[in-house]
């Protein structure tokens, strides 16, 4: 069963950091593209972090670029976005995402960073 299981997110004060992971059943993620999105309140989903079968060619959005990284373990099955020097605007639901031959979607995690 193709599945992906987040978790790490939380409630921070500005500056702080969380790591979010993302579990992946069902495939490997060494295979697929992978991808961290966000959702706030009242806004449309975005992409925050592209990770590509090649890891060095990872991409962020310009909005996280420089304090979000995504990563991935491939012993572990998982998929990681790193985020430091958080900021209020980046209150968001968090949601993996793995897409190529097939689309798939975690549950997704709240984050909330208070001013």
């Known amino acids: 069963q193709i599945q992906l299981v987040e978790s790490g997110g939380g409630l921070v004060h500005t500056g702080g950091s969380l790591r979010l992971s993302c579990l992946v059943r069902g495939f490997s993620v060494t295979n697929v593209f992978m991808s961290w999105y966000r959702q706030a309140p009242g806004k449309q989903r975005e992409r925050v972090a592209r990770?590509?079968?090649?890891?060095?060619?990872?991409t962020v959005a310009d909005s996280v670029k420089g304090r979000f990284t995504i990563s991935r373990d491939a012993a572990k099955n998982e998929v990681y976005l790193q985020m430091n020097n958080l900021e209020p605007e980046d209150t968001a639901v968090y949601y993996c995402?793995?897409?190529?031959?097939?689309?798939?979607w975690g549950q997704g995690t709240q984050v909330t960073v208070l001013a």
């Open positions: 990770l590509p079968l090649i890891e060095s060619q990872a």
């Open positions: 995402y793995g897409g190529g031959s097939f689309d798939v």
